[in-house]
Structures are given as structure tokens and as C-alpha cells.
């Protein structure tokens, strides 16, 4: 069955960087889309990257713009979420999830455990 492992989160300095990864098994990561997710206390669920396993195309929240890079290692089947200069902002439970589907559209249907980002001032 699908399943989807996040690891790399952890406790981070304002400005450091984290990279968190998805090991997906139960699919390849060349066949579905791959969205992270994150959620803070107190707040709403934000998805904030995406990547399309049609072309490779990739959609970034504009709170990741400039900052946070996805990725898809196809040997591996895992997607990564390279994420530079944090801000206290981006603490928060990281997701990633999928869909049977090429592309980003659409709500997610599977997701995994999350893992906790924690970016101190």
C-alpha cells in the first residue's frame, strides 16, 4: 500500500537551513505528484511546495519563494524539501503527501506521519 516516511526535521537556528526528506514506498515518486504540507499551532494547514511527476514542474507558496527547494531522487523514490534561510515563521509540522495523479491539482489523498520544524530566534 502507499506509504510515505517523512525524516529531517529538528530544532534549527533563525537563518540555518534543514532539508526534510519523503521516502515513499508502495508507488514511484515518478508517477505521482508530491506536495509538502505544513501545519503551526493554531493555524490552518498551508501547502507549500509541490512537484509534478509529468514534466517535473514544481509550485512553491509564496512564504517559500526564494527559500525552500523540492526535489525527487527517482533511484531513492523520495522527494526532498531543501529548506534555506528559516525564519521562526516556518516552525510548524511538516507533511508530505500524494495523490494518484501526474499532476499538483487536487487534494491529497495520502500523507505521512509529519515531521516537527522548530526554528528558534
Known amino acids: 500500500q502507499v506509504q510515505l516516511v517523512e525524516s529531517g526535521g529538528g530544532l534549527v537556528q533563525a537563518g540555518g537551513s534543514l532539508r526534510l526528506s519523503c521516502a515513499a514506498s508502495?508507488?514511484?515518486?515518478?508517477?505521482?505528484?508530491i506536495k509538502w504540507f505544513r501545519q503551526a499551532p493554531g493555524k490552518e494547514r498551508e501547502e507549500v511546495s509541490c512537484?509534478?511527476?509529468?514534466?517535473?514542474?514544481?509550485y512553491y507558496a509564496e512564504s517559500a519563494k526564494g527559500r525552500f527547494t523540492i526535489s525527487r531522487d527517482n533511484a531513492e523514490n523520495t522527494v526532498y524539501l531543501q529548506m534555506n534561510s528559516l525564519k521562526v515563521e516556518d516552525t510548524a509540522v511538516y507533511y508530505c503527501?500524494?495523490?494518484?495523479?501526474?499532476?499538483?491539482?487536487?487534494?491529497?489523498?495520502?500523507w505521512g506521519q509529519g515531521t516537527q520544524v522548530t526554528v528558534s530566534s
Open positions: 503527501a500524494t495523490q494518484p495523479s501526474y499532476y499538483c491539482e487536487g487534494d491529497p489523498d495520502y
Open positions: 508502495g508507488f514511484t515518486v515518478d508517477r505521482y505528484a
Open positions: 512537484i509534478s511527476s509529468a514534466d517535473g514542474s514544481t
